[in-house]
């Protein structure tokens, strides 16, 4: 299995990036995704999820400017980002678990990718 995260970058304040998912080994339709991010020294925290009947979960920080999609066709998840801030800095990371998906900010999953960067700058 693997999970290739990318779409990372550096982007202004109040600016937008859709972070990718691609998965292999899997199909996303099959496993609840979720999108986690680390910031430079904090611990890992869960951002969003969606199940596999697309019933999608935020963190109050990021709820009505983050959005997590999935194309089964692509076997990818994504996470539109809108107006970031900058403590939306952080190391983003996809995941996959058999869990249900409202689970995933409590419990581990399974599979994860190797982090795209987002940096948003001021």
């Known amino acids: 299995v693997q999970l290739q995260a990318s779409g990372g970058g550096l982007v202004q304040a109040g600016g937008s990036l859709r972070l990718s998912c691609a998965a292999s080994g899997l199909t996303v339709s099959s496993y609840a995704m979720g999108w986690f991010r680390q910031a430079p020294g904090k611990d890992r925290e869960f951002v969003s999820s969606?199940?596999?009947?697309?019933?999608?979960y935020y963190t109050d920080s990021v709820k009505g400017r983050f959005t997590i999609s999935r194309d089964d066709a692509k076997n990818t998840v994504y996470l539109q980002m809108n107006a970031l801030k900058l403590e939306d800095t952080a190391v983003y990371y996809c995941a996959a678990t058999k869990r249900p998906a409202q689970a995933m900010d409590i419990m581990p999953s399974e599979y994860w990718g190797q982090g795209t960067l987002v940096t948003v700058s001021s």
């Open positions: 969606i199940s596999w009947t697309t019933h999608t």
